[in-house]
């Protein structure tokens, strides 16, 4: 199995910064892509940010120029750093990572973490 946990949601004012984490664990061969999506009430699910080996981030439009991706690859986490928040950025954000496990090496498939709160209030 393969879990992804992320941290670091929470309540900012706008205008602040927050720093999410998520780590990715279970058998894994190798993570090819990590990413951040993010879902408020009654809207769709849309990109934050995903970067895959060998490329260089995707943002959303929304987002581009004040958030920041980044990951470890030693240590199978991923990080969104987020400036100059403000009350449209409240949703929850999800982690996901696309990941090729030992028990299956000729596989790739997404998961997703359990999501974590990001409240802007002005």
């Known amino acids: 199995q393969v879990q992804l946990v992320e941290s670091g949601g929470g309540l900012v004012q706008a205008g602040g910064s927050l720093r999410l984490s998520c780590v990715v664990s279970?058998?894994?061969?190798?993570?090819?892509?990590m990413g951040w999506y993010r879902q408020a009430p009654g809207k769709q699910r849309e990109l934050v940010a995903r970067i895959s080996s060998g490329a260089k981030p995707n943002y959303g439009d929304s987002v581009t120029g004040r958030f920041t991706i980044s990951r470890d690859n030693a240590k199978n986490t991923v990080y969104l750093q987020m400036n100059s928040l403000k009350a449209e950025d409240t949703a929850v954000y999800y982690c996901?990572?696309?990941?090729?496990?030992?028990?299956?090496?000729?596989?790739?498939?997404?998961?997703w973490g359990q999501g974590t709160q990001v409240t802007v209030f002005s």
């Open positions: 279970g058998s894994i061969f190798s993570i090819n892509a």
């Open positions: 996901n990572a696309l990941v090729r496990l030992r028990s299956s090496l000729l596989n790739e498939n997404n998961y």
